[in-house]
């Protein structure tokens, strides 16, 4: 950049890094803890946002890259009911966990496949999805009956 141009922008580069700052981070939500804990006694934390209204449900997962292996998306639905899911504009193949209202893991959608738009159905009425990075629900052995655990699951 000229020096001239510099000069011009000088006034306004605080706020210009600031902008660039949030548009970076435009995912970026406080991550909530939740624990998975299985039949076999096991228990698995992980760091998740949580998706509880319209517009970030709708957001979802969309268009990352990549995602920690720790992390993960937990959609609350605010009320117990069969929903579907799909992978339109998500690069991440994904687990999808179905969850009822008391916690237990009704189904597990496993490697769900990136950019599709087939639709991911519950099987039945459920209050919340959590997605996981694909392969982590047979890596640590997690099946339909283990237990979420997160504030959710205790209104």
């Known amino acids: 950049m ?4 510099l000069q011009r922008f000088r006034p306004v ?3 210009l890094c600031f902008v660039a700052l949030l548009a970076g981070s435009v995912y970026a939500q406080a991550l ?9 006694g096991q228990k698995q934390s992980f760091r998740v946002e949580v998706a509880r209204n319209d517009a970030d449900r709708a957001q979802g997962l969309m268009y990352r890259r990549s995602m920690p292996a720790d ?6 639905f605010g009320r117990v009911e069969p929903v579907s899911m799909w992978m339109q504009n998500t690069y991440l193949s994904l687990d ?15 490697n769900t496949e990136p950019l599709s738009t087939r639709t991911i159905p519950s099987g ?4 919340a999805v ?9 890596k640590l052995g997690i099946k339909p ?5 997160h504030p959710i699951f205790k209104r």
Not at 32 to 40: C, D, M, P, S
């Open 32 to 40: 909530e803890t939740l624990a998975i804990a299985t039949q076999g």
């Open 124 to 127: 039945e009425p459920v209050l």
């Open 145 to 149: 009956g283990d237990r979420v655990e």
């Open 13 to 15: 580069l605080p706020a």
């Open 96 to 110: 999808m966990l179905f969850i009822r209202p008391d916690g237990t893991i009704a189904r597990i959608a496993a």
């Open 2 to 5: 000229s020096r001239s141009v």
């Open 130 to 138: 959590l997605e996981l990075n694909a392969g982590t629900t047979a």
């Open 71 to 76: 992390q993960g998306m937990l959609f609350d």
